[in-house]
């Protein structure tokens, strides 16, 4: 670890609990060369630092002491603008975050620097005993801050005159930081304070304040590690170490579990803090989904989905039922030469996918004609979508089975020959209250030009995933064809990669049925700029299998062409035997489903043998349109390669259908010879409403 160290900054906190008395504090005082914060409510002190302190992917050479139980690495706003609305705009360690008062002269704020031998040898004790394995802790320079007999400010709703005393000591090395929280027992007589008129819980964590965005033309809230839970319990006895290293292991904390030893009689104790934590299932009701079991583990809990829904237990949604994904867009991107940037920010993106053909579908509204023929080629926008819900092969797994509903992704992509960037970061959410799952997406850097008029065809293509504890990872090669407003053709591709972080449940290895490699394969793809609309479309079909090459799975499960409804899970059996089943909350013969929400039949399919009929009775069809609102005139959307050659493109409103022509069956996209019931229009290109 040691050599990570050197290499990289370092932020782990220790917290010494239990059996420690004021006695085993740091030495701190006048006669100790400290100085003296001035009494107040909100006082701050600048620090200059003799040697640098590390924080997140920062390096920091002053600190800013304040009344409050923290020090930051900037100037803090006023305590009004952070006091119970953490996490904070600026960077700070908040030892006892709190509204604290040293106005009656009773208590005090003491700060030094010291590179004492006696100091910095005990520091690397403390360290050592975390970390029993590094044997080149070296502590050059410490910071020693105590809070003495500091008092709530205002009148507690529990009356009575209380006092805190507690330190904080961080220990600077040549590449990492380390901080030491010290809370005597008998010195910790209060664990809330009042704030707006109500008595909330004081705060300890560690919060990176605001962080560039993508090229810094803009900011966005950095991460905020909270050690304390919402008990007062917590906040006078706390009885975990955080071991935390973002810049080692991307944002994740160490993956260790609870862990205590004893250093002068003085108990220690450290613990890796996940979104799960050790707690049991009895107290932990809601943190699982409605669809999933809890189970109980030495060292915590898990969530499970229950037969017939999928996900990672915290979200989980039904086998066999269409998901929709909505969120915003926000972008600054340069087109071409141009020197001034085309800017966007919340732009409407709705999705929709048939899970059972791993079919998805993404529209982004509001996309200006000076950018939006140009972002034709960036199908890579739904991917993870697309990913997210791909038809599953035998064995092999998509995102949501596999991490749920809740990561990050950011990837860049390289346009050849230019060598344009473009960085891509998105943040999934989860499900929300209307069962939707939740996207934002952010986009800054330069694109290729695309004329006005000009559509974008992108050949099928696969990429693999590489799955890593908390990590996936992928690359490829993307070729696209510019058919241009005067006839010509050009070929042009890109370099994509990518990167999904994401949170597991530490106590089971969820994850082992996961392949360490899949490969995600995308064909029929389908990308138009609506410019009277100024709506940018993206449609794919998903699969996720084998890297290996070889006859790929016949049973139509596992290829989509099953004729199950769209609210219906597909259930393989032998050969190429299989059942439909109406997905949880639906009735029918799985063939066709029924369900109380009208949405449901947004999307729907008929059986017929000859020629297909209308669908009224099961689907409301109103085109490839976000909402009514944006309905206008139709374009074209039948261009070459859209449907299989044996198939004939029929442009309709909004849309486009492709069917098999006499004497092959199949649903348009693929077509066989031979006679047999072909699906009618399924109406994929999707209303949102």
Known sequence: LMALLRSVGLLALLVSVRCLNREQLFDYGIRFGDKILDSGTDSVRELELEQTLFFFKGKFDKVHVNTNGFISLTNPTDESEYLGKMPASFGMIAAFLGDLDTTDGAGYVYFRQDKSPDVLQRAA???????????????????IVTWENVAPQGERGTGGEYRNTFQLVVANMESASYAILLYPEESMQF???????????????????KVPGWFGWATTQGSYYRISEDSEESIIVIGALLIWAPSVFNDTVINSLLNCVSVSNVSLCFLAVFSYNNETCSSNKNKCSVFADCRDYADGFCCRCKPGYYGNGKDCVAEGKPQRMNGKVSGRIYVGGSPSPVEFSNNDLHSYVVTNDGRAYIAISSIPSSVGPSLQPLLALGEAIGWAFALQQPDYHNGFSSIGGVFTRQAEVVFQPGNERLSVRQEFGGIDEHDHLLISTE?????????????????????IY????????SSSQRDYIVSMPDGSVRTHSFLWTQSIKFQSCPHEEVLSAVPASQQLSVDQIFVMYDSSNQLIR???????????????EQNPCFTGRHGCDTNAVCRAAQGKD??????????????????????????????????????AHRAVCMGFSL?????????????????????????TQGSFTCQCRPGFHGDGFSCTPGSGRCPCYTCYMYLLL
Not at 466 to 473: A, M
Not at 629 to 647: K, N, T, V
């Open 125 to 143: 004790e403390h360290i050592g005993q975390a970390f029993p394995s590094d044997d080149e802790i070296e502590p050059t320079h410490a910071i």
């Open 538 to 552: 993206f449609a794919m079909s998903n699969k996720i299998g084998s890297i290996h090459s070889g006859i790929p």
């Open 578 to 615: 299989f059942t439909c089943e109406c997905a949880a909350g639906f009735t029918g013969d799985g063939r066709v489903c029924y369900g109380s929400d009208p949405l449901v039949y947004i999307l729907g399919q008929c059986l017929c043998s000859d020629v297909c009929v209308d669908c």
């Open 627 to 651: 909402s009514l609102s944006l309905w206008h005139a139709d374009i074209d959307e039948c261009q070459p390669g859209r449907c299989h050659s044996d198939a004939i493109c029929h442009n």
């Open 443 to 463: 986009l800054d850097g330069r694109i290729p030009e695309v004329p006005r008029g000009a559509t974008v065809q992108i050949e099928p293509y696969s990429e």
């Open 466 to 473: 590489q799955h890593s504890s908390n990590l996936i990872t």
């Open 191 to 209: 664990g809330s304070t009042l704030i707006d008129d109500e008595d909330q819980l004081v705060e300890v964590g560690f919060n990176e304040g």
